[in-house]
């Protein structure tokens, strides 16, 4: 701005400093559009007065939404999701293409949201028949390609993710007249099984009537299929009949296609009824006691969950913040799911109850069996906690830890039992060790690789990942508790992941001169409904002799079984799926051993991590580590410019939440 204009500026009264600021940056940021596989433009003309969207949540869409979609001249041709799963790991395209009705370039964007535990593999875009296709990088080496494009004035997207279970993916391109713009998401996730099924969710809200809308899922399971469900929260009577499901013993096949009429959400409307998640839920059969073993192409995967154990005991400590911070709601829904989980306990549970502030308030000051009697005195307990006070995590953990130690050296608990912690905290610590690094090495030294700790961070000023690492260095796993009304149902939700062990102290082991490059293999717990899962390497080709054997500890004696694995050349058994990717074994490894390493690196070596980067580079994973570039054409209004996608961490991601950046599109 010229000297001259920032005197006038500065010698304006606040009020029209104010206003004019306001105006500026009016014109200088379009609004995004949101929602998932969205294809729009975005400019100040789509914009609609507060009045106009009120009474459009409350009656039909009719002429003005149509009125705001002539001037927005972007029309949606298509929008496609197409879901390969082999074994468990899948593979998701999401595909939408558009068509700039102007006689002006203008910018659109392309908004979807994928599940935060898959990697993006690629993203693309079709400009007037030429092929713009993105490539990770580290990093590093991103963030200086989008700082250098922003610098210099150029358009740049910086793409952030964010949600519960959900990533946001979104980027913009500037579109000429009359041009169409094809845009192409793929990503890969490992299935995980929860409460005894696998989970493939879809967000989809394209916001506008579609030519062609489209979601397929094809499902092969070498175990068999025992049963598949799909839904969807947008399903009405008349669009039920819709969901199409084949399944036979080893494949599933899902579709939902709705035309241009179906999708509307009433006669003659311009709006459309499809705007939620689409859910598939299935299981595999399950015989024996080894498990599922698959050798493709060099590599090898191992499914572990077998049927009808019977359950360990376990012995729990529930630590309960009642801090000041947890007032009102919070602690409302806390004493509520409590009780919950309480009245859930086995009679041959052990447990114990510690509420802390500054200072440490037990129920008893020792662990007591689940009976009737004691279940209702603590559940009395439980309905008089307050809120009041600092955080004194140390004491609250160590304190608890004690009880365990003290209990089981007195042999006053079952021999083969599960001993756990469940911490639940909104905060920092703020009393007594306040330190996280002394915390976790205090708790780490007491524990000493004899119980498993799970930590809860309830809502957004809690320091996750103090929490995550402290829960990863005691076998245990940290989960955010995001506030809502649905605070109580994610704390019951977890607490019932692992209120039932059937295996503890689980090793899976292979043939050593067969095998190398192993994720995981050995596991604290296994619980009823869940999966464990082993990938690796193979050297030699002799795999006639490839035993497996799992061992562990059962509630009445120990666990062993042993077997031999299964070869099989999938391309020859079955050449006719074109919707099996014969590499899925070596990137399942991939994606698993990537998975593993990124959980270590918080508390790990920076050779882990130097591997996790090493491998997303090499098999094209967007993880925390790497981003994706896609290089935008150039146009009229300037030289090449960089899209930029990145995945973040849970931390980050609670970060993003508190303190959300500004994506602009210049």
């Not at 700082?147 to 964010?162: E, F, I, Q």
């Not at 409460?195 to 068999?224: H, N, S």
Request: glycine share 6%; with cysteine.
């Amino acid at each position: 701005m010229p000297e001259q204009g920032l005197f006038r500026f500065a010698s304006m009264t606040v009020g029209w400093r104010i206003l004019l600021l306001l105006a500026w940056i009016c014109i200088c940021l379009p609004v995004e559009a949101g929602g998932a596989l969205v294809v729009s433009r975005s400019d100040a003309l789509t914009q609609e007065p507060k009045e106009s969207m009120d009474a459009r949540s409350m009656k039909k869409r009719s002429t003005d939404s149509a009125n705001v979609r002539n001037v927005n001249m972007v029309e949606v041709h298509s929008v496609r999701v197409a879901c390969a799963v082999m074994s468990r790991f899948a593979r998701t395209v999401m595909t939408s293409k558009a068509l700039n009705k102007a006689n002006h370039s203008q910018e659109v964007f392309f908004n979807v949201e994928l599940p935060k535990t898959a990697f993006i593999t690629n993203f693309s875009m079709e400009i007037d028949g030429q092929m713009y296709v993105g490539e990770v990088k580290e990093k590093k080496t991103a963030k200086e390609q989008y700082d250098k494009a922003v610098s210099s004035g150029r358009t740049a997207g910086l793409v952030k993710a964010s949600g519960r279970n959900m990533e946001k993916f979104s980027v913009s391109v500037n579109i000429a007249a009359e041009s169409y713009v094809t845009f192409i998401l793929t990503y890969e996730e490992l299935l995980q099984r929860k409460f005894g099924q696998y989970e493939i969710l879809t967000r989809v809200k394209p916001e506008t009537l579609v030519q062609d809308f489209q979601i397929v899922a094809d499902i092969y399971e070498p175990q068999g299929i025992s049963f598949v469900e799909a839904t969807a929260t947008f399903l009405t009577n008349d669009l039920l009949p819709l969901v199409e499901k084949t399944v036979t013993d080893k494949k599933a096949h899902i579709s939902f296609s709705p035309t241009l009429e179906q999708q509307r959400n009433c006669t003659g409307c311009e709006g459309t009824a499809i705007n939620g998640d689409f859910v598939i839920n299935y299981d595999v059969k399950r015989e024996g006691g080894l498990g599922e073993v698959q050798i493709v192409n060099g590599h090898f995967v191992h499914f572990f969950a077998p049927p009808d154990l019977p359950r360990v005991p376990k012995n729990v400590v529930f630590v309960i913040d009642r801090s000041g911070s947890m007032s009102g709601t919070k602690m409302v829904q806390t004493r509520a799911a409590l009780v919950a989980i309480l009245n859930d306990l086995h009679v041959d549970d052990h447990f114990a109850l510690i509420a802390f502030d500054n200072k440490i308030k037990t129920w008893k000051d020792f662990l007591t069996k689940a009976t009737k009697k004691n279940v209702t005195e603590a559940i009395a307990f439980a309905k008089k906690i307050k809120d009041d006070g600092a955080t004194n995590i140390n004491s609250a953990v160590l304190k608890a830890v004690s009880m365990l130690k003290t209990e089981r050296s007195q042999k006053k608990l079952p021999e083969r039992s599960v001993d756990m912690i469940i911490l639940l905290t909104d905060g920092m610590p703020n009393s007594g060790v306040s330190r996280p690094a002394t915390i976790q090495e205090n708790v780490r030294d007491a524990v000493g690789g004899n119980m498993s700790l799970f930590c809860l961070g309830f809502g957004k000023d809690v320091e996750y990942s103090f929490l995550d690492v402290m829960s990863k260095q005691n076998k245990g796993v940290a989960r955010r508790i995001y506030e809502g009304s649905d605070a109580t149902l994610q704390l019951q939700g977890f607490y019932e992941e692992v209120a039932n062990p059937l295996l503890l102290d689980v090793n899976l082991r292979y043939p050593d001169n067969a095998v190398d490059l192993l994720t995981k293999k050995h596991f604290s717990q296994l619980f009823n409904g869940s999966e464990i899962v082993v990938a690796g390497r193979l050297h030699g080709n002799d795999m006639d002799n490839f035993l497996v054997e799992v061992i562990g500890e059962g509630p009445d004696q120990n666990f062993q079984v042993q077997g031999k694995a299964n070869v099989q050349n999938w391309d020859v058994i079955y050449p006719e799926e074109e919707y099996i990717f014969g590499d899925f074994t070596e990137r399942l490894w991939a994606y698993l051993t990537v998975q593993q390493l990124l959980e270590s690196s918080g508390s790990g070596s920076e050779e882990d991590k130097a591997k996790a980067l090493d491998m997303s580079l090499r098999y094209s994973f967007v993880t925390p580590l790497t981003s994706m570039v896609v290089t935008k054409p150039q146009t009229e209004d300037g030289p090449d410019s960089p899209l930029i996608a990145d995945k973040l961490t849970e931390s980050q991601r609670q970060h993003e939440e508190k303190h959300p950046r500004m994506i602009i599109f210049f």
